[in-house]
């Protein structure tokens, strides 16, 4: 039997501040004490202001006490009868979260300066950039793009991730041996918000959309405005039409089904070949556990949680604020009458019905000794994942169609065609739901050896695909989101993460030269000299990776706040000169595949106002990577059991530059196919010297 508990525990205590000044910043400013006093913790606080392609600075008061404290117990029995080997048992991690956030941004980004429909000598219909705006312009004008605000205390119930497992290792005979079993898994997603907050901004009292009916959700109701004075609070005695209040004080449930058989087994051919496969179906119990239940803190009847996207812009939602009072619609911070207008639609929600990905997850593989030494591996390797998170903007419209006959969303919206599944409900930033699916499928071999003489090595490629429908990054909309929200499969492509091959030599060789080893001068001094040396290397190849060529602007108009839109494909990417697709363009003089032209911008064109690109999702790649690093060291013996060890190390070291990942956004033409950088990882040299005393 073996029992084990463990504990992990992280804080981030978070303090930025302006000091030594005789005047607080933000009255210089003039901010109202809506937005930057009368924060939870007593804070006064200036807002952080970023100007696109300028300065960016500000106040941000965020302790958290308890970013992540889990505990672990976990514990199995084994018990071997006869050639069976069974092994029982369980664990249980418990996760919770308390933090304070006192934050606000206002993001000058030159929308309000760009060439937007609307503005004086556009064409009419235009809804995408042309010439982009200067983010100081829009700040001197006042005219702030983005705005948000944080006054939350967030708290959650203890929740955590439950298993119970039965294995048993079946050794059939000397050349066999099968393994099988199940696993349960139970996620108990933490309940946001305790009764200790009642009251406070950031409470228990919020709620969260659920677009699988068209209703709001209400955690639990709090007292009214008219009693209280502030939020969160109700505004009215009557809930207002399509707001429900949850049932347990609880509104995300997880799920209760996940159930994993295993299976697999090994089979000896012979005394220099084996055979391995197995088969096992995984989930996701970790993502998000204590970050989803925390999307909505914050929302209606709270207004601990404010954004406001596209503001200033008249191709947005219309709404004209200040940079000194963006939240003045809200009446001193109280809750709208009700959760469904753009206020509201800032923050980050979450379907109730959000469930644990899962993986099928499949190998088979031979093992192959050839002669004493070297070993030559061969497996496929798959796994086919479902339920995956989907982010991003969500009950948005369908496209507006070309020609577009509305200057903006807010003109469809006035105009009741916007195509939304609940047209009375404004689109939210973000609505995390299991909607997409991946795959991944790759042939890996793999050459190992290892020899007396002091040389080992390793040669290894890997040829593979990963496939997903738009959701690059660790959760949700962070890393990219399908185009259409309702149609993910639409968006199905390469990963940002596909590296189709792979290639890696690594290798080390101790040179048996010295007394004691496979060669020696004879001579004690000699021996001393020549000897403890040895070298290492690591020889990277890969493809580049994928990459999307996008159109940023409400091009769709569609209600969608962020760049979503791939342009429309019109020609060969690598074909030189001017496309027939594209007669109006002209390409650039020069092949494609350099620094200032990786691919030909003639290629692609900006979709048509009203509609979306056709273009498929990341299959262009950049750069291909090469990467050599390597190593020299000797080893000084002193005495016995006394050594100095010296090493050189060189890292990138030829200094090969390689490409990053050109601009791709059709819109932003001081960019467009240009590369400004290198990769991640791609380095200049670097060549480091150190010495170690080893006793």
Not at 141 to 157: F, G, I, M
Not at 172 to 183: A, D, M, Q
């Amino acid at each position: 039997m073996q029992v084990q508990y463990s504990k992990a525990h992280v804080e981030d205590d978070t303090v930025n501040l302006f000091t030594g000044l005789s005047n607080p910043v933000w009255k210089t400013f003039g901010c109202s004490t809506d937005l930057c006093d009368s924060y939870v913790a007593g804070a006064a606080i200036a807002p952080t202001i970023t100007l696109t392609s300028g300065f960016s600075g500000g106040e941000n008061i965020s302790p958290t006490s308890n970013l992540s404290s889990i505990h672990e117990w976990s514990g199995s029995v084994f018990r071997t009868i006869g050639s069976h080997q069974l092994e029982v048992g369980g664990s249980w991690d418990e996760v919770n979260y308390t933090a304070t956030m006192q934050s606000s941004t206002l993001t000058y980004s030159g929308a309000s300066t760009g060439n937007f429909s609307g503005n004086p000598g556009s064409a009419s219909g235009v809804s995408a950039s042309s010439q982009s705006g200067f983010g100081l312009a829009d700040f001197l004008l006042d005219y702030p793009n983005t705005e948000s605000r944080r006054n939350v205390r967030l708290t959650e119930r203890s929740g955590g991730i439950g298993s119970i497992f039965l294995q048993d290792s079946w050794k059939i005979n000397s050349n066999l041996t099968l393994n099988y079993g199940v696993r349960y898994d139970r996620s108990v997603i933490p309940a946001y918000g305790t009764e200790g907050t009642v009251g406070m901004n950031g409470s228990i009292e919020t709620g969260d959309f659920d677009f699988t009916n068209g209703t709001y959700i209400v955690q639990q109701l709090p007292a009214l405005c008219s009693v209280s004075g502030h939020s969160p609070c109700l505004p009215s005695a009557t809930l207002p039409a399509n707001v429900v209040v949850a049932s347990g004080k609880k509104i995300l449930h997880g799920s209760k089904t996940n159930l994993g058989p295993r299976l697999g087994f090994a089979y000896r051919v012979n005394g220099g070949l084996s055979i391995r496969g197995g088969f096992g179906l995984t989930y996701d119990n970790w993502a998000a556990i204590i970050q989803a239940t925390q999307n909505y803190q914050g929302s209606w009847p709270d207004t601990g949680t404010l954004q406001i996207s596209g503001s200033n812009t008249p191709v947005a939602n219309g709404t004209y604020v200040s940079g000194q009072n963006p939240f003045a619609a809200n009446g001193g911070n109280l809750p709208t009458a009700n959760p469904f207008g753009s206020s509201n639609a800032g923050n980050y929600y979450v379907s109730p019905y959000l469930k644990n990905p899962y993986s099928e997850q499949y190998n088979l593989g031979i093992e192959q000794q050839l002669g004493h030494a070297s070993i030559l591996a061969l497996n496929y390797v798959g796994a086919a994942t479902h339920r995956m998170d989907v982010g991003g903007y969500y009950n948005t419209g369908t496209p507006c169609g070309s020609p577009c006959a509305y200057a903006s969303f807010t003109a469809r919206q006035t105009a009741g065609v916007t195509g939304q599944p609940y047209p009375n409900m404004y689109p939210v930033k973000s609505w995390d739901h299991n909607g997409a699916s991946a795959s991944y499928n790759a042939l890996q071999a793999a050459l190992r050896g290892h020899y007396t003489s002091g040389l080992s090595y390793m040669v290894s490629y890997t040829w593979s695909k990963a496939l997903d429908e738009g959701s690059d990054g660790y959760f949700g909309a962070e890393g990219g989101v399908p185009e259409d929200p309702y149609n993910p499969k639409g968006s199905r492509g390469p990963a940002g993460f596909n590296i189709p091959q792979m290639f890696v030599v690594d290798g080390e060789y101790a040179i048996p030269v010295g007394k004691g080893k496979q060669f020696s001068t004879g001579n004690q001094f000699a021996d001393y000299a020549l000897g403890n040396w040895q070298v290492n290397g690591i020889l990277t190849a890969r493809s580049g990776q994928n990459f999307n060529v996008l159109s940023g602007g409400a091009i769709a108009e569609t209600g969608n706040g962020g760049t979503y839109e791939r342009a429309n494909l019109v020609g060969n990417p690598y074909q030189s000169g001017t496309i027939a697709g594209n007669p109006s363009c002209i390409a650039p003089a020069g092949s494609t595949r350099t620094r200032s032209q990786w691919f030909n911008p003639c290629a692609f064109e900006t979709p048509a106002a009203g509609t979306l690109g056709n273009g498929p999702r990341n299959f262009m790649q950049d750069q291909n990577f090469w990467n050599l690093d390597a190593s020299i060291f000797r080893i000084f013996p002193l005495r016995e059991r006394l050594n100095i060890k010296v090493d050189i190390e060189a890292f990138n070291a030829l200094n090969h530059p390689v490409f990053g990942t050109p601009g791709a956004t059709t819109t932003t033409s001081s960019t467009y196919s240009i590369v400004t950088g290198t990769q991640t990882g791609n380095s200049n040299r670097i060549v480091q010297f150190s010495a170690k005393i080893q006793f």
